[in-house]
């Protein structure tokens, strides 16, 4: 999956496919899982796991959830990948590497992903919003899209549906309003106007519902007055 491309999903098979003639040209698959990795898609730990289970990248970026704010990050790899650096001769070094209290850390996050069972409620709290945005998109024409796989969600927005000109000044006075709200999200893809929704995997229902009420007055409110008049350019 894609996080600052604008939340995009692959079709099924894409990464097979991909890694199938990246491999054959002699390359390496890799697969950043920072922002979308530790159970946030719901159904599987790791996104790549969405591809299906022979999907299996050469090297896995770790990093952000993985610490739960503390700062921590990994490098995951093959045994034959890490000996042919090690044999160009070259070290990698680092101060902080292997640093016990952020190993300590991580290992404590493992288990309370697993033991308060955020997988399961990125699965359930994700398809509601998702479902919840469809409901919002036959209401407001401004959302061309909704995307995404449990807590990574993207509500692409457009000027125009059948045009799909993006409607970057409307993301961003919609993320503004948001954040006079105290609702903090951000507007990613090429023309920054897919609004952005990662929460917080403890994230509950009743905080998803505040959500989706403030976000729908905003939508309401920019559609009465003339929007040209709202946003600061």
């Known amino acids: 999956m894609q996080s600052c491309g604008g939340q995009i999903v692959y079709p099924p098979g894409y990464l097979r496919q991909v890694y199938k003639h990246v491999r054959a040209a002699g390359g390496l698959c890799l697969a950043d899982e920072v922002q979308v990795g530790f159970g946030r898609v719901g159904s599987h730990m790791w996104a790549f796991q969405t591809q299906g289970d022979d999907i299996v990248p050469d090297i896995v970026t770790l990093g952000k959830p993985m610490g739960n704010g503390h700062p921590i990050s990994a490098v995951i790899t093959t045994r034959e990948v890490a000996d042919s650096f ?12 292997g640093n016990p209290v952020s190993a ?9 992903i697993e033991n308060e069972k955020l997988r399961e409620n990125a699965t359930m709290i994700g398809s509601y919003l998702k479902q919840e945005f ?10 061309g899209d909704v995307r995404g796989q449990g807590m990574f969600l993207g509500v692409d927005l457009v000027k125009n549906r059948k045009t799909r000109e993006p409607a970057t000044a409307e993301a961003a006075y919609i993320n503004k309003r948001l954040k006079e709200q105290y609702v903090l999200l951000s507007c990613d893809g090429p023309s920054r106007n897919v609004l952005k929704f990662k929460p917080p995997l403890v994230f509950s229902l009743n905080d998803a519902k505040e959500l989706l009420e403030k976000l729908d007055n905003i939508m309401t409110e920019m559609e009465v007055a003339e929007v040209s008049k709202l946003i600061v350019k």
Do not use: C, P, R, W
Not at 104 to 112: C, E, H, P, S
Not at 134 to 143: A, P, R
């Open 104 to 112: 300590a850390i991580a290992d404590a996050v493992l288990d309370v």
């Open 134 to 143: 469809n409901s919002m998109k036959q209401k407001h024409g401004i959302i």
């Open 86 to 97: 090690g044999a160009t001769g070259m070290e990698y070094f680092n101060t902080f590497g």
